[in-house]
Protein backbone atom coordinates (compact mmCIF):
# COMPACT_ATOMS: atom_id res chain seq x y z
CA UNK A 1 0.00 0.00 0.00
CA UNK A 2 1.04 3.69 -1.00
CA UNK A 3 1.68 5.90 1.83
CA UNK A 4 -0.02 9.49 1.53
CA UNK A 5 0.95 13.20 2.36
CA UNK A 6 -0.13 12.74 5.78
CA UNK A 7 1.25 9.25 6.49
CA UNK A 8 4.72 10.47 5.84
CA UNK A 9 4.16 13.93 8.03
CA UNK A 10 3.07 11.72 11.22
CA UNK A 11 5.95 10.19 10.80
CA UNK A 12 8.08 13.25 10.16
CA UNK A 13 6.52 14.50 13.15
CA UNK A 14 6.83 11.43 15.63
CA UNK A 15 10.51 11.03 14.33
CA UNK A 16 10.79 15.00 15.26
CA UNK A 17 9.39 14.69 18.88
CA UNK A 18 11.24 11.44 19.81
CA UNK A 19 14.36 12.82 18.20
CA UNK A 20 15.62 13.90 21.77
CA UNK A 21 16.82 16.87 20.23
CA UNK A 22 15.09 20.29 21.67
CA UNK A 23 16.14 22.11 18.40
CA UNK A 24 14.66 19.40 15.90
CA UNK A 25 11.06 19.85 17.86
CA UNK A 26 10.82 23.27 18.01
CA UNK A 27 11.59 23.72 14.47
CA UNK A 28 9.15 20.76 13.92
CA UNK A 29 6.04 23.00 12.53
CA UNK A 30 7.74 25.14 10.82
CA UNK A 31 9.42 22.46 8.82
CA UNK A 32 6.16 20.44 8.39
CA UNK A 33 4.89 23.40 6.39
CA UNK A 34 8.09 24.18 4.68
CA UNK A 35 8.43 20.19 3.44
CA UNK A 36 4.46 20.57 2.27
CA UNK A 37 3.52 23.82 1.88
CA UNK A 38 0.13 22.76 -0.25
CA UNK A 39 -1.06 20.57 2.11
CA UNK A 40 -4.27 21.91 3.96
CA UNK A 41 -2.70 23.55 7.41
CA UNK A 42 -5.45 21.39 9.34
CA UNK A 43 -3.78 18.27 8.34
CA UNK A 44 -0.11 19.82 9.77
CA UNK A 45 -2.45 19.92 12.50
CA UNK A 46 -3.62 16.35 12.33
CA UNK A 47 -0.49 14.96 12.00
CA UNK A 48 0.78 16.75 14.97
CA UNK A 49 -2.01 15.57 17.17
CA UNK A 50 -1.38 12.27 15.67
CA UNK A 51 2.17 12.10 16.38
CA UNK A 52 1.73 13.50 20.48
CA UNK A 53 -1.14 10.71 20.28
CA UNK A 54 1.16 7.87 18.90
CA UNK A 55 4.21 8.91 21.41
CA UNK A 56 1.71 8.85 24.74
CA UNK A 57 -0.26 5.68 23.40
CA UNK A 58 3.20 3.56 22.42
CA UNK A 59 6.26 5.00 23.16
CA UNK A 60 6.38 7.37 25.90
CA UNK A 61 4.64 5.00 29.04
CA UNK A 62 8.20 3.58 29.53
CA UNK A 63 9.46 7.42 29.90
CA UNK A 64 6.33 9.74 31.15
CA UNK A 65 8.15 12.10 32.42
CA UNK A 66 9.71 13.71 29.16
CA UNK A 67 6.67 15.46 28.54
CA UNK A 68 6.57 15.00 24.77
CA UNK A 69 3.02 14.37 24.51
CA UNK A 70 1.92 17.75 25.75
CA UNK A 71 4.37 19.78 23.57
CA UNK A 72 3.10 18.40 20.64
CA UNK A 73 -0.23 19.09 21.88
CA UNK A 74 0.66 22.52 23.16
CA UNK A 75 1.69 23.30 19.49
CA UNK A 76 -1.21 21.79 18.23
CA UNK A 77 -3.25 23.66 19.79
CA UNK A 78 -1.47 27.04 18.87
CA UNK A 79 -1.32 25.87 15.29
CA UNK A 80 -4.75 25.50 15.01
CA UNK A 81 -5.84 29.02 16.17
CA UNK A 82 -3.47 30.30 13.54
CA UNK A 83 -5.27 28.44 10.72
CA UNK A 84 -8.53 29.79 12.30
CA UNK A 85 -7.00 33.28 12.04
CA UNK A 86 -5.70 32.37 8.46
CA UNK A 87 -9.78 31.31 7.65
CA UNK A 88 -11.26 34.38 9.48
CA UNK A 89 -9.50 36.74 7.32
CA UNK A 90 -11.45 35.01 4.42
CA UNK A 91 -8.02 32.54 3.06
CA UNK A 92 -10.30 29.54 3.37
CA UNK A 93 -8.93 26.61 3.11
CA UNK A 94 -5.73 27.75 4.41
CA UNK A 95 -2.97 25.87 3.38
CA UNK A 96 0.54 25.32 4.75
CA UNK A 97 2.04 27.64 2.70
CA UNK A 98 0.05 30.13 4.12
CA UNK A 99 0.73 29.60 7.84
CA UNK A 100 4.50 30.72 6.68
CA UNK A 101 3.57 33.70 5.24
CA UNK A 102 1.13 34.91 8.05
CA UNK A 103 3.71 33.99 10.60
CA UNK A 104 6.08 36.33 8.40
CA UNK A 105 3.49 39.22 8.77
CA UNK A 106 1.86 38.77 12.25
CA UNK A 107 3.29 36.04 14.58
CA UNK A 108 7.07 34.42 14.62
CA UNK A 109 6.24 32.41 17.33
CA UNK A 110 6.95 28.95 15.33
CA UNK A 111 9.75 30.92 12.91
CA UNK A 112 11.46 32.03 15.78
CA UNK A 113 13.36 29.54 17.71
Not at 68 to 85: E, N
Not at 86 to 91: A, T
Amino acid sequence: MRETPIDDMIAFALEELLSGSEKRRRSLVRDMCIKWPSVPALSVVFALTSAASMAEDNIIQENAGHGIGPFAYKLAATLAADVYAIESMGHNPAHARDLLHFWRRVDGYFLEL
